[in-house]
């Protein structure tokens, strides 16, 4: 097992109408006035935004609003956060909403710390050295930011979808009401049960070998938003469903999985450029690249994969035939991705990308060939272009 730094400060505070609590949580804090951040309504509909700025009266803490937020969050709209955050003399950012929402405050909170250009950050032109501190209630199981270090924003001027990590960002609290889940459509509750079965695999396909305890999590993890995930199909109110998978996309996303591995990431990093340029589901365009990843680099270490399809997919170990166990594993996957209505090409993502956009895309992900991407195999330019005509 590796060296590892297990850092994970946010109190989560979970189960029924505990949104009613945040007026609590933000006061802990010593926060005296909140920017409410929030996206494009589903948040105001369900009448969740009105319990939120009630609890927050209740306890004397003045706010201001600001909502918007779009899927793939926006470079402009952090930036409008940034200077009505400074117009307010605002000390603390309350995120009401999924991933995009809470790595939009994030942002806001980087920004209004330092004071300099947000977008250094996401070039690696400079680090952070602090952060306002940020709070969600958590609206949507999927990205996991609300326990996560990362930060994904989109800059519209060019259509670049970078992410920033630290740990000055990670959320101060995160309230987990699974009820809050019930409103999803089918479709993001299913891009979430990816992006969360992701977020283990890009851990999981490590190239160390000793790493039983994390495995086991990992798989356990996997397999319940897999259990799970049929259960919502037919019955999305299902509290305890929804509660299952709500608390593992926190889990997957925490860094509880990343101890002791050296980690892969290199789906994410292809799905980034994906919903950079074309602006799809986080969690689809993940599902759409993932078999095409899976068979580029399955001969790295094959006997990984066929640990997934043993263990989690119910694929019959065959000791002469290591790889095709392996194969087989990723052919049950897909299917799961299938059975749960997600795509497993760019096609069924509803993206035709043409020869020259997949060249863009795979030289933007290595950053003008400045890095390679992935950890259990290395991919440089064109490996990743090679994985997008794959997935076509
Ligand atoms: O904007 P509203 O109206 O709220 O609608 C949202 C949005 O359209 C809707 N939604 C959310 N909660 C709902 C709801 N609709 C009805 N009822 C509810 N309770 O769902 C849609 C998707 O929301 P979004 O926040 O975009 O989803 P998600 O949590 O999947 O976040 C995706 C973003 O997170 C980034 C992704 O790249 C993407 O930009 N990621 C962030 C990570 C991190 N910070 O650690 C890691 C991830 O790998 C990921 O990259
Ligand atoms: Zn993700």
């Known amino acids: 097992m590796k060296q590892f730094t297990y850092y994970t400060p946010t109190k989560v505070v979970f189960g029924k109408d505990t949104e009613l609590q945040v007026g609590k949580l933000v006061k802990e804090q010593g926060a005296k006035k909140v920017l409410i951040h929030y996206g494009g309504g589903s948040a105001v509909r369900s009448g969740l935004l009105d319990r939120v700025r009630k609890s927050l009266e209740e306890e004397g803490i ?18 409008e956060g940034i200077a009505l955050g400074k117009k307010e003399q605002v000390d603390f ?8 929402v809470i790595d939009s405050s994030k942002a806001i ?33 999927a990205a996991g930011s609300e326990m996560s270090q990362s930060c994904v924003i989109t800059n519209e001027d060019g259509w670049i979808k970078r992410g920033y990590s630290s740990n000055y960002a990670r959320c101060r609290f995160a309230v987990l009401n699974p009820e809050l889940t019930y409103t999803l459509p089918w479709y993001q509750t299913a891009c ?60 997957a996303h ?110 933007k992900c290595t950053f003008n060939g400045e890095r390679t991407v992935g950890g259990i195999r290395k991919l440089g330019e064109t490996e990743i272009a090679e994985i997008y005509r794959m997935a076509l």
Not at 93 to 99: M, Q, T, Y
Not at 123 to 129: Q, V
Not at 308 to 328: E, Y
């Open 62 to 79: 003045e706010s201001v609003c600001l909502g918007g937020v779009k899927p793939n969050p926006r470079l402009s709209l952090v930036r």
């Open 93 to 100: 950012i309350l995120a009401v909403g999924g991933g995009s």
């Open 109 to 141: 909170g980087y920004g209004l710390y330092d004071g300099g250009d947000i977008w250094d950050f996401y070039l690696r032109k400079r680090t952070a050295s602090g952060c306002v501190p940020v709070g969600a209630v958590l609206t949507i199981a």
């Open 192 to 251: 979430g049960c990816v992006d969360i079965i992701m977020h283990i695999m890009e851990r999981y396909f490590t190239p160390d070998s000793d790493t039983m305890l994390t495995d086991g999590m990992s798989e356990q993890i996997i397999r319940t938003v897999m259990y799970n995930a049929r259960i919502l199909k037919k019955d999305p109110e299902n509290y305890n469903a929804r509660a299952q998978v709500m608390w593992a996309g926190s889990l």
């Open 254 to 363: 925490n860094g509880l999985l990343s101890c002791g591995v050296q980690e892969d990431w290199a789906s994410h990093q292809l799905e980034h450029e994906l919903s950079g340029l074309f602006d799809v589901a986080h969690g689809a365009g993940l599902a759409a690249v993932w078999g095409s990843w899976a068979r580029y680099v399955v001969d790295a270490k094959p006997e990984r994969f066929a640990q997934l399809a043993v263990n989690i997919l119910g694929v019959p170990m065959n000791f002469s035939d290591v790889k095709g166990t392996a194969l087989a594993g990723i052919e049950a996957m897909e299917r799961f991705f299938m059975e749960i209505d997600m795509p497993v090409n760019l096609h069924e993502l509803g993206v035709e990308p043409t020869q020259e956009q997949i060249q863009i895309m795979a030289r």
